[in-house]
């Protein structure tokens, strides 16, 4: 490995030459001789720098962006070469959408880690657009997302169906009704999640649905914010059943029973698009398609 590009890359994010040093257990005078040599061999200067500040060029926005992708890969390949030598072991960091991640994961991960005890994940949670672009740019090593993607370079495995209905509070007026009107919700509050949601996504699949666009909304950041807001009367929305969970067995939120309802999708397993995995990541993965269809 470019001893170089992993100074360049610490400097560049601790935005610091001291701590950067620190961080590397190196002299500072050590760090700047590294930068020095990275922008003599480039031809060019990669780091703006003052007393007060450290600020990357445009050269150095280039230099920076394919250094983490190049540290990502090395830290890859050591990883899949020492596999070879060992039972499956070390980090897999895992990156997964706000539902799964949230309330099927962590389950998913002790199954996995009572027979692979040896195995150190790390675990991301960001929406589905954030999770795609981590594992493009080798931040993760796999990610798990809402419904499915077409971008360039991934690998995607659909591997479990996931429902939502739409939810309100237990004492909402139409919770004990039998047959709703769709139009009737358009007069409701709808709490919906964030653009790049997969969640948010499939909301807007139900509204269409109900052949509407609700006058009234407020957006929240994750799911769990949207429940405590519909129990405390905030609004109703469209949720998972996987995160309804618990609130559906202790009676704080009730399933509208409507025409077109529960909608599917899928939860996808996504990678890029390599010939090798490490163990862990093939455990991980096999671990989720099998529990899918036991």
Partial sequence: MDQSLLVFTT???????????ELLHMTQPAVSNYIQSLE?????????????????????????????????????????????KHTASGPISIGASYTFGEY????????????????????????SHEIINLLMKHKIDVGII????????????????DELSITVPSNHPLAAANKIDPLLLNLETWLVREEGSGTREMQEKGFKQMG???????????????????????GISILSHASIKNELELGKVKIL?????????????????????????????????????D
């Fill in 11 to 21: 400097v560049v994010e601790q935005k610091n030459f001291t701590r950067a040093a």
């Fill in 40 to 84: 003599k061999n480039m031809g060019i200067k990669l780091l703006e720098r003052t007393n007060k500040y450290v600020r990357l060029s445009k050269a150095g926005e280039i230099v920076f962006h394919h250094a983490t992708e190049i540290l990502g890969l090395y830290a890859r390949m050591e990883r899949l070469i020492d596999d070879l």
């Fill in 104 to 127: 099927i994961l962590p389950h998913k991960i002790a199954s996995m880690l009572k027979m692979y005890p040896l195995v150190n994940p790390i675990i991301t949670i960001k929406n």
């Fill in 146 to 161: 809402e419904g499915e993607t077409n971008a360039d370079h991934l690998k995607m495995i659909p591997f479990a169906i």
């Fill in 212 to 234: 509407f666009s609700p006058k009234k909304c407020r957006t929240f950041g994750s799911t769990q914010v949207i429940k405590e807001s519909i129990e405390a009367g905030l």
């Fill in 257 to 293: 029973e409507i025409d077109g309802f529960p909608i599917s999708r899928n939860f996808s397993i996504i990678t890029p698009q390599v010939e090798f995995h490490t163990k862990a990541v093939e455990i991980f993965i096999e671990s989720l398609v099998k529990n899918s269809t």
